[in-house]
């Protein structure tokens, strides 16, 4: 056969192999698109679901911050308006009439409602909502950290006891209505709450069999990020539960709570009727001691009832042999598991809404 028919047809055969060998790495590339593709949905997907319970877990934060930061301002009014009640019962007595509250359950309402309002006041004109998502993380971590470690928060002079309970919030932050420490991804190990699956255009880069073992290294990347994504949404909307269930409870004894308020009130107006029309208000307000002291009582037995409640962590506090674990801002160290996310006080959270519930139906109406 002549040399040139030999070349040539050797030449038919290398383009046919080669040509084989092409459609081969086109077809391990277009499988490899497809898996990388699908990996992509799936994780798409997956975060899209996260995304939607970390917003739904910040609302319902910010929903219990507000009512948490409300209670704290009404419990300073009230303890005003009892106070003054109080002592114009008591003037002229030998024998002082009291409340029958534990001295030390009445400074834990005092020095919650003086946190929350001076919360209230620094965050004033900068919007709240960030604030009160911090608040319902850490506002009664603080104040619980306080009554465990003997340091009253109102003990502090104003600006440094707001400066601490801020510290806790997240600092600065505040300043412009947001807080990031606030939000879902706040209670979450970074790990968990922020997965980034960066697989887009990798598949050019490589060719053949190597973009197919590129493709299944990048779909066992999705895998294990979406495996963190839905333990990321389990983990918030546990969490989400638990605070729906303490401001359900707080909104219903919040609601009691305001009914010997109101009382109170009406009190207060009747004695200044008096007052106003020179009656003799000694012998008026003498009609009505039993009922003052009682409305008072109720009211401070109700609020002692939410600021248990309030103060007892959501999320696990580290404690030490004095109390609870400060950092070097005197803030509570919260405890977090293997993936660094903040732990549920799952058995606290059950008894204290348990009791809660249990006490308030305890109290006979004055």
Do not use: C
């Amino acid at each position: 056969m002549p040399l040139p028919l030999i070349l040539a047809g050797a030449a038919l055969v290398g383009a046919a192999y080669g040509a084989k060998k092409g459609y081969d790495g086109y077809q391990s590339h277009s499988e490899a698109d497809e898996i990388v593709e699908i990996a992509q949905q799936r994780y798409d997907e997956a975060r899209e679901v996260f995304n939607k319970q970390e917003k739904k877990t910040t609302r319902a934060l910010t929903a219990l911050g507000e009512k948490e930061l409300e209670i704290g301002k009404r419990l300073g009014e009230f303890k005003v308006l009892a106070d003054n009640l109080q002592q114009q019962l008591n003037e002229g007595r030998k024998n002082k009439l009291e409340v029958n509250i534990p001295k030390h359950k009445l400074q834990e309402i005092e020095e919650y409602s003086y946190t929350a309002v001076g919360v209230l006041g620094t965050i004033a004109g900068a919007g709240t909502a960030g604030a009160a998502a911090g608040f319902a993380v850490y506002g009664g971590v603080m104040a619980f950290g306080a009554a465990s470690t003997g340091t009253a928060i109102s003990s502090l002079a104003g600006v440094a006891a707001t400066n601490a309970t801020l510290a806790a919030l997240g600092g600065g932050s505040l300043a412009t209505g947001g807080l990031g420490m606030a939000g879902g991804t706040a209670i979450l190990g970074a790990a968990v709450a922020g997965p980034v699956l960066a697989i887009a255009g990798w598949a050019y880069n490589s060719h053949g069999k190597e973009a197919l073992r590129n493709a299944r290294k990048a779909d066992e990347e999705a895998n294990e990020s979406i495996d963190k994504l839905e333990r990321a949404i389990e983990h918030l909307s546990q969490t989400t539960d638990y605070v729906r269930k303490i401001k359900s409870t707080l909104t219903s004894l919040d609601k009691q709570f305001v009914f010997y308020f109101d009382k109170l009130k009406e009190i207060d107006d009747r004695l200044q009727y008096i007052k106003s029309h020179d009656l003799d208000v000694e012998k008026e307000i003498s009609k009505m001691n039993e009922e003052i002291m009682r409305t008072i009582e109720n009211g401070y037995a109700l609020a002692a009832i939410m600021v248990n409640l309030i103060t007892t962590p959501i999320f696990k506090v580290k404690a030490v042999h004095s109390g609870v674990l400060l950092d070097e801002k005197g803030v509570p160290v919260m405890e977090t598991d293997t993936e660094g996310s903040m732990i549920l006080n799952h058995s606290e959270l059950d008894n204290q809404l348990e009791e809660a519930v249990s006490s308030a139906k305890g109290i006979k109406e004055a």
